[in-house]
């Protein structure tokens, strides 16, 4: 991979040196403080006029007094941002990277490098994620308008005591602007390109002197970037609303109870992906031999003629143009009739109490919310019909209701020198997936075109159903006399005229439970050792059930009869062919054998996780930490059927459900780092090293979706985790060690020389990368090998360079009361791999993009304009490369593409 391009090198170096010193985050915002946070200003051990107050540790504290690694963003520098959903925060985080795949409830975010991969809702987030102190059950839950904000903050590295839910990588908590005892009001209205109409509105206003009330509405709608020329229509489009309403009763100065409750819809299609070209990923290209897992050296594309699969699919009517054109090309070829329209619905409610008596704070915060989404798709991504879910409630659906609870009291001992907290927190979270996705009228031709080659690329005919048509002559033995496979000759056509019938069939709506429920008891504690120097110590218990049930419906009837006329050929010289057969008649399970099958587990899990943190204040405006601490992400359950059993090896009546359950993923994670904040300017510097065992593995092969937990191993494995051969490469289980590495430094700054400019930079470099010898699951058990690319490579989509800069400058204009608005962020990346497979082919170069706003704001903020772009340079990039579902061998590249520029004017009024 190239590294930055001159154009990526001259934007992003243009915006340095209009930053000079520039600066990061948090540290560095002009964030109004309230009167509510005087008392901490006047304790914190910097000038007033540059706090920023965090809950990082569970209590309101000045920013540069917590000896952890967070970025915290004032919501006034999160509207110049234009942040609307947390994938927005990539602009202004450089640890964090958020993106989605073929499913916007599926996104996922990653700090350091680590997150969960996959689309699987079994799995938990790494990063989680908490709005106004409510958990959100997975990160893409949060992939919807958020509107107003007051605050940001991103937390990095495992979060094991406090943050209600652990996460293994980190946390996000978003703080939406809250009711005040002033009464006011604003709207703003925004059209952009691709014909976007967004328009925002709220009111706040007291109820007394005691209650205040607060209700804000977001409505965003825009053309979708994607043209689907075979169906006419516009994918991965807006159409969303957000309605948010808040209560704030203080009967007096120690007692406030904050109520929210909020509703938001979408109704949209996503999400469109196109092939990947060599003149994006120089890698896409044939590898010798046909085998992905070889490095290609030069040659022809994979979307060529010169990959066998290719007239395949032009043979079945692919349009040659989604095959030849550009990766950025938007236009698509879909199977026709196909849609992937899709509806998400959220609501929640939730309070917080917060009582203050005597010395001692009571914190209660109460949560109830419900999700649920379900998403159509042409699900091979071609022209051809191999796969699809039909658009309604069934179609790869998932529904959240989660209760949670948290207490947290929290005061001071022994004169001030303990500053103790002990807390319990209880979620309780019913999912329930449904899906169904069914094979195509072309699949069977299809997969027997892929047989077809095997045999013999000469005898391939699409036009003929079971892809032979009068070729077969060259099989039974009427041109030759001797039957190609000898006595076996009639069983082999037999399966594949067999296989030439699966077509619109396959599931009918497969359902699958899973009810977890969760309790943690915790206690963070900071002792005061001198005036300088502090002991913070943390501990967690957390126990964790979770209950699993499955009820399948299926009408595939082909499978089980492939396999009647097929596995006494399994232990026979033919057994590849055979086995071939039935793995294709049977893809990930599909069969009417499981139709009306039910199954059922339970799992159980605690862990104790912690941390410990040294930190001294030698002056002032300087802090030094070092510290430990140990995080947890929870096990289950792999909400797929193809993972009960291989195809060849399936047997619905002896089908043990503990197939499907990986194991808890734990980290080790080190910290030291400086901080140095004064009023007009401040950094922080963190360097990190943390250590997954366990670490939970989503990826899609081509085929299926693999869920492996990913250990490492002491001793040298002689590359037997690198072959092809999934019996080899296993380690003795007291030679397990972690399996994932993450490690790096990194720098924030920020600085505010006078009133109206505020300058920010960060810079992260993050080694995350797998060891070099790895194995499956902690009892040494093999690598699947499907992941044989993974020992001692970065993960993916883990770059190691990742910088942000920002350039905010209001200047009044003149003595008329108006003021003007220039604002500038740009993020910039190293290169990375987006597929979690790490084939070749699925690179990424790094890329910079740029972000601005300019525009004139009225007195007292009471209106204002704004033109603003996102993506400013139209920098093509792709958020992940995939395998295009069945389009093998060899295997094709499809990517989710990132939003091209956009641009606009917003007009503003408030009061």
């Known amino acids: 991979m190239s590294k930055f391009g001159l154009r990526h090198q001259c934007a992003f170096g243009a915006l340095a040196c209009a930053l000079a010193l520039t600066p990061a985050m948090a540290q560095a915002q002009d964030a109004a403080t309230s009167v509510d946070d005087t008392d901490l200003i006047d304790n914190a051990e910097v000038d007033g006029g540059n706090v920023i107050i965090v809950r990082a540790q569970g209590r309101e504290q000045a920013l540069s007094d917590v000896p952890v690694a967070v970025s915290a963003v004032s919501g006034e520098m999160l509207e110049k941002s234009g942040v609307a959903d947390i994938r927005d925060l990539n602009q202004v985080a450089p640890s964090l990277l958020v993106s989605s795949t073929g499913n916007e409830a599926n996104g996922s975010a990653r700090i350091r ?4 991969v996959g689309d699987n809702p079994g799995l938990e987030s790494s990063v989680a994620v908490f709005v106004d102190g409510v958990y959100r059950s997975r990160s893409g839950n949060a992939l919807s308008e958020l509107g107003p904000l007051d605050r940001v903050e991103i937390l990095r590295g495992p979060q094991g005591t406090l943050g209600g839910r652990n996460s293994s990588a980190g946390l996000i908590n978003i703080y939406t602007a ?26 706040n206003a007291p109820l007394g002197d005691t209650v205040a009330a607060r209700i804000d509405g977001v409505y965003f709608e825009r053309d979708g970037f994607y043209n689907d020329v075979v169906n006419d229509v516009r994918i991965n489009d807006r159409d969303r609303y957000l309605v948010r309403g808040q209560l704030l009763f203080e009967p007096t100065s120690d007692l406030s109870i904050r109520l929210v409750g909020d509703y938001s819809n979408k109704d949209e299609a996503c999400c469109a992906a196109t092939f990947v070209q060599p003149e994006f990923a120089p890698l896409a290209r044939v590898s010798p ?109 998932r529904e959240f ?54 045999i013999n690329p000469a005898l391939a005919n699409p036009s003929a159903d079971n892809c032979l048509g009068a070729n077969v002559a060259a099989l039974d033995g009427t041109l030759t006399g001797t039957p190609a496979f000898g006595p076996a000759t009639p069983l082999i056509i037999a399966g594949i005229n067999n296989l030439a019938q699966v077509r ?52 595939n009837v082909f499978c089980p009869q492939s396999r009647a006329l097929l596995d006494g050929l399994l232990a026979t010289p033919l057994g590849g062919l055979a086995a071939g057969l039935i793995g294709l008649s049977c893809q990930g399970n599909s069969t009417a054998e499981l139709d009306g099958v039910t199954l059922s587990d339970q799992r159980k899990e605690d862990e104790f996780t912690g941390t410990a943190i040294l930190s001294w204040k030698p002056d002032p405006d300087w802090m030094v930490y070092g510290s430990y601490s140990k995080g947890y992400k929870a096990g289950g359950f792999n909400l797929d059927r193809s993972a009960l059993a291989l195809p060849v090896e399936f047997d619905a009546a002896t089908l043990d459900p503990s197939a499907l359950q990986f194991d808890a993923e734990t980290v080790d994670a080190f910290e030291v780092g400086v901080k140095y904040s004064a009023r007009d300017w401040g950094f922080s510097v963190a360097a990190f090293r943390q250590e997954f065992s ?41 030679n397990v060690a972690p399996g994932v590495i993450a490690q790096g430094v990194e720098f924030e700054a920020s600085v505010s020389p006078i009133r109206d400019l505020t300058m920010t930079m960060g810079l992260t470099y993050a080694d995350t990368s797998y060891e070099d010898n790895l194995v499956g699951q902690d009892n040494g058990s093999p690598l699947d090998p499907a992941l044989r690319l993974l020992p001692g490579d970065n993960l993916s989509n883990a770059p190691e360079v990742t910088a942000t800069a920002s350039l905010s400058w209001t200047p009044p204009i003149g003595n008329s009361g108006l003021s003007g608005l220039f604002f500038l962020n740009a993020r910039t990346t190293d290169d990375y791999n987006t597929g979690s497979d790490l084939l070749y082919g699925k690179e990424q170069d790094g890329f910079t993009l740029v972000n601005g706003r300019v525009g004139i704001t009225g007195p007292d903020r009471r209106w204002g304009v704004e033109l603003w772009a996102n993506n400013l340079f139209d920098i093509d990039y792709s958020q992940v490369a995939f395998n295009t579902p069945f389009v093998a061998e060899q295997q094709t590249y499809s990517a989710f593409l990132a939003e091209p520029r956009t641009y606009g004017i917003t007009v503003r009024a408030g009061f």
Do not use: M
Not at 347 to 375: H, K
Not at 516 to 531: K, P, Y
């Open 113 to 116: 490098g680590i997150g969960t």
């Open 178 to 203: 809250p009711p005040e005892f002033e009464f006011s009001g604003y709207g703003a209205f925004t059209y952009g390109n691709y014909d976007a109409i967004k328009v925002e509105a709220g009111i």
């Open 289 to 397: 031999g046909l085998d992905r897992y070889n490095r290609p050296e030069g040659g022809p594309a994979l979307t060529s003629t010169d990959n066998p699969i290719i007239p395949i699919l032009l043979g079945l009517g692919q349009d040659p143009r989604g095959l030849t054109q550009s990766t950025f090309n938007r236009d698509i070829y879909v199977s026709p009739g196909r849609s992937y329209q899709g509806e998400t619905e959220d609501w929640g409610i939730s309070g917080e109490v917060n009582w203050n008596f005597g010395d001692v704070t009571l914190t209660s915060i109460t949560g109830y919310r419900e999700y649920s989404n379900f998403q159509g798709s042409d699900t091979d991504y071609t022209q051809v019909d191999l796969l699809y879910r039909a658009p309604g409630p069934d179609a790869g659906a």
């Open 401 to 454: 209701k989660t209760f949670t609870q948290e207490f947290r009291l929290n005061g001071t001992a022994f004169n001030d020198t303990l500053d103790w907290l002990i807390g319990a927190y209880y979620a309780n979270e019913k999912l329930e997936t449904r899906d169904n996705l069914r094979f195509g009228n072309d699949y069977g031709t299809f997969a027997n075109c892929r047989i077809a080659l095997a």
């Open 504 to 555: 619109d069939i396959g599931s009918n709506g497969d359902r699958y439970n899973q009810t977890s429920e969760n309790f943690a008891v915790f206690t963070h504690n900071i002792v005061h050792v001198t005036d300088t120097v502090d002991l913070t110590l943390g501990l967690r218990y957390t126990n964790e059930t979770k209950d699993f049930d499955a009820a399948f419906s299926n009408d």
């Open 694 to 734: 366990n670490f939970q593995l989503n990826t899609f092969n081509g085929t299926v979706f693999l869920v492996q937990n990913i250990n490492g191993c002491d001793t040298d494995l002689g590359g037997a985790d690198r072959d092809g051969d999934g019996s080899t490469g296993s380690c003795a289980a007291e």
